[in-house]
């Protein structure tokens, strides 16, 4: 078959790849994978799958140029594709029909020839809706259309989530609407009909951990193509640390790791008031990019610059081996508990933390669930690897800090936004959320130590609506001094009497020590 010129660069690339990885995907069969799997992005999947008028107006313009495509690499063996949020994906395809699932190691996935991904929103968040599609060799063009597929000499299938919990709630959103209880779901029903045909399958937000069959070693196999698509995200380069992530836990800290564990207890001292922050982020290596770190620094120099101490300043990135050097005070992303345990003592004890701050940069699920770091890289989030938002509210319900300030640059934020809305226990607690078109980190780079809160938030497009509580705590500076003081504060009579660190008078300190430092978590 003559090849066209512009699809050279990704016959180079195949034979590249097969220098390294194995790969026999020819480039004549790659091109027909990825013009079919993008034209049934354009036209076939809002079908099959219920997404918002919005996204698939949006889906039907878009050009090939704007999707990053990944491809999984050809083997001897055939492949599982297996994802964080679902230990089961599947097409139409009979999984039974496969002796080689490994459905010890992997439960409940079917084995394919191939694995083909488009990403059609790169600059967001994960997770965002992604499309995957599944390709079996030696497959008839009859059976190919029992499995609901496209015949292409191979079937490529549309894989999808077999349980899908946001579709549950919109097929109850009738009966809410009739009871007349939320804005939320009666706008949830009021997207078309589409809903209502939906098979009841639902749509895949992250990359998948593609491995061959058999593969302890759990080796991932998918990988970015580049020519004539969307540039490929910029990988993080990553450092194996030379012993298990197992013997570097932080409670289990050996010499080789070179990680001091977090005194937690040290945080909060006597007689002393600090500003805190807790910054979150990382789930796997495949969506682990350097705009994460820059992201991180970013914002880690901002809070320094409005006067928090290095030493209250808590990171939690990524896995072992995978540290900024700029940034100090910087933990492994893998032990839930201390993360928690950090937030929850900060919040518990009296005057401890006058403005806490947290900065969540972790892909998420469509219920609000953070992602922690893949610690046992088996491609599931399993409960030790997820932060959800009803763990999060309780560390934080109570919270005795002044003002808590939520920095939210991830995905599904309306979650945490509503139970933040009906809760009486987080009356201090502020949502500022990032707006899809707008880098969080980046926007408040620039937030200087004198600057009001409403005020910088003011300046972005469209202004998110602020309730009369959220606005008085967010009339102060990030340190929280008054932001209309007459005369203005001095930058000296600001970092002396609310930036960093302030001593608290004997008598105040001991105001309301009898109540227990452990009732809020209740």
Known sequence: ???????????????????????????????????????????????????PDGECSRLAHLRLSGVVVYVSESGPEQVLAILPDSQSTGS?????????????????????????????????????????????????????????????????????????????????????????????????????????????????????LVVGVGDSNRTQRLRCVH???ARCPQPLPLTRPSVPISSCELNKNTRRCHQQPLATHLSCRLYQTCDHAVLLSGWQEQITYQRHVQNLLVFYRMLRNNGFHKDHIKTFFAGNGQVAKEAEGMYPATEKEVIRNHISYICRKQHCADTLVLYLNSPTRNDGTMLLWDRNNNGIADLKERYTVGELLADLAGCRASRVLLFVEQSYTSVLSKRLR?????????????????????????????????????????????????????????????????????????????????????????????????????
């Open 1 to 51: 078959m003559k090849l066209r010129s512009a699809c050279v660069p990704l016959l180079l690339l195949a034979l590249l790849a097969g220098q390294h990885g194995g790969s026999r995907v020819r480039l004549a069969r790659l091109d027909r994978w990825v013009k079919a799997a993008f034209q049934y992005v354009k036209l076939s999947l809002c079908r099959r799958v219920s997404l």
């Open 422 to 522: 009906s809760s009486l226990k987080h009356l201090n607690v502020v949502l500022l959320n990032g707006l899809p078109w707008v880098d969080t980190a980046q926007f408040w780079a620039s937030l200087p130590p004198s600057h009001c809160l409403i005020d910088h938030l003011s300046k972005s497009a469209v202004m998110p609506r602020v309730d009369d509580a959220a606005a008085s705590l967010l009339n102060v500076t990030l340190a929280g001094a008054p932001c209309n003081s007459t005369p203005p504060l001095t930058e000296a009579e600001m970092r002396k009497e609310y930036m960093g660190c302030q001593n608290l008078p004997t008598a105040l300190w001991h105001q309301g020590r009898r109540k227990p430092d452990d009732s809020m978590r209740n």
């Open 227 to 229: 020519p004539e698509f």
């Open 92 to 208: 139409p395809a009979a999984a039974s029909d496969e002796p080689g699932a490994n459905r010890e190691l992997f439960p409940g996935a079917s084995a394919h020839d191939a694995v083909l991904v488009l990403d059609p929103s790169p600059e967001e968040s994960f997770g965002h809706p992604v499309v995957l599609f599944y390709l079996d060799f030696n497959v008839t063009k009859k059976k190919c259309g029992h499995m609901d597929g496209v015949y292409l000499e191979e079937c490529l299938t549309l894989a999808l989530k077999t349980r899908c919990q946001n579709q549950l709630k919109r097929r109850r959103s009738r009966s809410d609407r009739m009871a007349g209880r939320t804005r939320f779901r009666r706008s949830a029903l009021s997207r078309g009909g589409r809903v209502e045909r939906s098979s009841g399958l639902c749509e895949i937000h992250f990359l998948p």
